[in-house]
């Protein structure tokens, strides 16, 4: 098994843990899946979107999540 920080996936696994561990596996091993069935029907590169993705794509839950005590 292979492990990487700092990817969509990795975040991607860490927001779903809240909601229990074998859920977040389910569900990353899910989006895996799809992610493949795009990339194997269209051909295209898979494009990393980053760990920083979803704090992009909703700054004020970050900040709110972070200024949490």
């Known amino acids: ?3 990487k920080k700092d990817c969509y996936l ?4 860490y927001r779903k843990a809240g909601n229990g561990m ?4 389910v569900a990353t091993a ?3 899946l ?3 069935y795009h990339l194997l ?3 295209t590169p898979y494009l990393e979107r980053g760990g920083e993705y979803f704090d992009q794509l909703h700054p004020e839950r970050a900040r709110n ?3 949490k005590p």
């Open 1 to 3: 098994m292979s492990h």
């Open 10 to 13: 990795t975040a991607y696994f």
């Open 22 to 25: 074998r859920q977040a596996i």
């Open 30 to 32: 899910h989006k895996i």
């Open 34 to 36: 799809i992610i493949a």
């Open 41 to 43: 029907r269209d051909g």
């Open 65 to 67: 999540r972070l200024l």
